[in-house]
């Protein structure tokens, strides 16, 4: 069964980092696009990092440019969303997802695999 995890989530006072972990089990993530993605409540999901199956990330928020990287460890089978200076807008649930080697645009259709969400609280 093919099944992406994510967690790493929590509450987090603003200005503090978490690292999301998006793990896959019952296929490797070697061939596989990477998208880290975020809902906020009323909102629409939206896209915010993406990263190639050979490494080469796509940031797709300006709000989280110079505080959130993406990065993947193929022996772990497992990609990694650092979040620093957090801001009390970043709260949502995080959500990843999976496509084919390359990132794709910020749209939702072109993955094809997606995990069940973590939720990040950033509140004092």
């Known amino acids: 069964q093919l099944q992406l995890v994510e967690s790493g989530g929590g509450l987090v006072q603003p200005g503090g980092s978490l690292r999301l972990s998006c793990a896959a089990s019952?296929?490797?993530?070697?061939?596989?696009?990477i998208g880290w993605f975020r809902q906020a409540p009323g909102k629409e999901r939206e896209a915010v990092l993406c990263?190639?199956?050979?490494?080469?990330?796509?940031n797709y928020a300006d709000s989280v440019k110079g505080r959130f990287t993406i990065s993947r460890d193929n022996a772990k089978n497992t990609v990694y969303l650092q979040m620093n200076s957090l801001k009390p807008e970043d709260t949502a649930v995080y959500y990843c997802?999976?496509?084919?080697?390359?990132?794709?645009?910020?749209?939702?259709?072109?993955?094809?695999?997606w995990g069940q969400g973590t939720q990040v609280t950033v509140s004092s």
């Open positions: 990263i190639s199956s050979r490494g080469g990330s796509t």
């Open positions: 997802a999976a496509r084919g080697y390359y990132c794709s645009g910020s749209g939702t259709r072109v993955y094809d695999y």
């Open positions: 019952g296929f490797t993530l070697d061939y596989y696009a």
